[in-house]
Nanobody, 125 residues
């Protein structure tokens, strides 16, 4: 049974940085696409970034690609989301998701069948 556990969230001032981690328990991590989604109050869950199993293909939402960066270390079964220059509107619960290849549209929540429980990120002004 595969599990995902997010960590690294917390309270940060505007302009600060956080690095979220997504720990994968199970085998064949490198066979899985991984994505980060976020869900703010009264908003739907939206994709932030996604990365292929070998890290060779990455996608970040255009509005954030100058501040957010996804990466992975397959030797540690961990994916990361580096977030810089955080803004109050980045406040949300951030979720890690995974899917063994092949995958559909990486921006869509229903492309993923493994989800973590989320980690809260709060950015104060």
């Amino acid at each position: 049974q595969v599990h995902l556990v997010e960590s690294g969230g917390g309270l940060v001032q505007a302009g600060g940085s956080l690095r979220l981690s997504c720990g994968f328990s199970g085998s064949s991590f490198s066979d899985h696409y991984v994505a980060w989604f976020r869900e703010a109050p009264e908003k739907g869950r939206e994709v932030v970034a996604a990365i292929s199993g070998n890290g060779g293909s990455r996608y970040t939402v255009g509005a954030w690609n100058d501040r957010f960066s996804i990466s992975r270390d397959n030797t540690k079964n961990t994916a990361y989301l580096q977030m810089n220059d955080l803004k109050p509107e980045d406040t949300a619960v951030y979720y890690c998701a995974a899917k063994a290849a092949p995958i559909g549209a990486v921006r869509m929540t229903d492309a993923y069948d493994i989800w973590g429980r989320g980690t809260q990120v709060t950015v104060s002004s």
